[in-house]
């Protein structure tokens, strides 16, 4: 995404960073009309419109990031040593197949070792993970899924059904997740569930183009290694400053004040970039309010941290931002061995503050 990048002496004077936070992000519109979406923008629209919260990882690009020698066939501990340094570089925690993955490879033929990429998507009535297995061999994994338990659905691209007790027989740190799973070999894709009801709803609607303006909003990040997409009531919610204590809120509120003005979101999207950086996106409901929001929100995000401790600085700088549309982009910069992504994906986050 085409920016200006703010310097570091504007990110440390708050009173002149407002006149930075102009950033000219013209083009980027244009840009992306021209473009095919995104790979994570191309995986959210395959999966259900009512889909509230996405968690995804471009496991490829992370393999590669770290110059990990792993994929099919990989031992479990090689797996799990694989996994260990994903998490030390904060490159795992959108994952839900952490726990299960050297079991998963050595049982079931796939894992973060092995697929392309992870999209865990849930709503208020299922959740499905979707995984992209370019190279995986399929026909090899069902027969796995046969011998270990799963019961064959009658067409090729149905579910087979699982359940916890054949979970447990393979391995007691599967994730519940994993219990019913479709192969759709013509796709390049995996799906699995923890409701075999679910599932089928999905394979119905497989690729219907997903929540659209979440789709729309994930763009913003371009091509995340990792990332966390969520609807305006889920991070209002999950995000927010009543997760704090009463001091922390009084505190946030003074903050919030001194900053200016920031309004409701509509959605919240953040990803660790290639190379390290990390983008949020917070939508409001006008452009308008983006407008505003992106200098308060600035601000915020370049103070103190109420509710997790210490400042914001300690954990990164912001290096960019300003709005685009309804969107308010902010660019940071981590500081070495921060867990942003982890941190800033469940509450209080005070600069995601409604």
């Known amino acids: 995404m ?18 930075v936070l102009l950033l000219l992000l013209g083009g980027v519109v244009g840009a992306r009309l021209l473009q095919p979406p995104p790979p994570l923008a191309r995986a959210m629209s395959l999966v259900p419109a009512d889909t509230t919260r996405f968690s995804w990882t471009d496991w490829a690009a992370v393999r590669s990031e770290l110059g990990a020698d792993v994929g099919a066939g990989a031992s479990a501990e ?13 490159l795992s925690p959108m994952s839900a197949l952490g726990t299960s993955a050297g079991v998963m490879e050595e049982q079931l033929g796939f894992s973060p070792a092995s697929v392309s990429w992870e999209l865990f998507a849930q709503s208020g009535t299922g959740a499905v993970e979707v995984l992209g297995v370019d190279g995986v061999d399929l026909d090899a994994v069902a027969d796995r899924l046969a011998e270990l338990g799963w019961t064959e659905p009658e067409e090729a691209d149905g579910v087979w059904v699982g359940g916890p007790d054949v979970l447990a027989r393979v391995g007691p740190a599967l994730t519940p997740e994993l219990q ?31 929540p659209e303006e979440l789709v729309d909003l ?33 505190e946030a509120d003074q903050l919030v004040a001194a900053a200016g003005a920031v309004h409701p979101l509509t959605g919240y999207a953040l990803g660790r970039l290639p190379g390290g950086d990390v ?19 600035a601000r915020l995000a370049a103070g103190p941290a109420p509710g997790q401790g210490g400042d914001f600085t300690d954990r990164f700088e912001v290096e960019a931002a300003g709005s685009e549309g309804r969107e308010v982009v902010l660019d940071l910069r981590p500081v070495e061995g921060a867990y942003v992504l982890s941190e800033l994906t469940s509450g209080p986050v005070l600069f995601a503050t409604c």
């Not at 310097?7 to 440390?12: G, L, Q």
């Not at 013509?186 to 997903?210: F, K, M, R």
């Not at 983008?279 to 992106?294: H, I, N």
């Open 78 to 90: 090689e797996v799990d040593d694989f996994m260990a340094d994903a998490f030390d570089a904060d």
């Open 2 to 19: 085409p920016q200006r990048v703010v310097p570091r002496a504007f990110t440390h004077a708050l009173p002149a960073l407002a006149a």
């Open 279 to 297: 983008r949020a996106v917070l939508q409001v409901e006008d452009e308008d309010d983006a407008e505003v929001d992106a200098e308060a929100r």
């Open 180 to 210: 019913h799973v479709a192969l759709l070999a013509d796709d390049g894709l995996v799906l699995t569930s923890d409701q075999a009801p679910y599932l089928e709803q999905v394979l119905e609607g497989l690729g219907d183009d997903g």
């Open 218 to 250: 994930a763009e913003a990040l371009d091509e995340p290694l990792a990332a966390a997409v969520y609807d305006g009531a889920y991070a209002c919610e999950n995000l927010a400053m009543a997760q704090a204590d009463d001091d922390a809120q009084a």
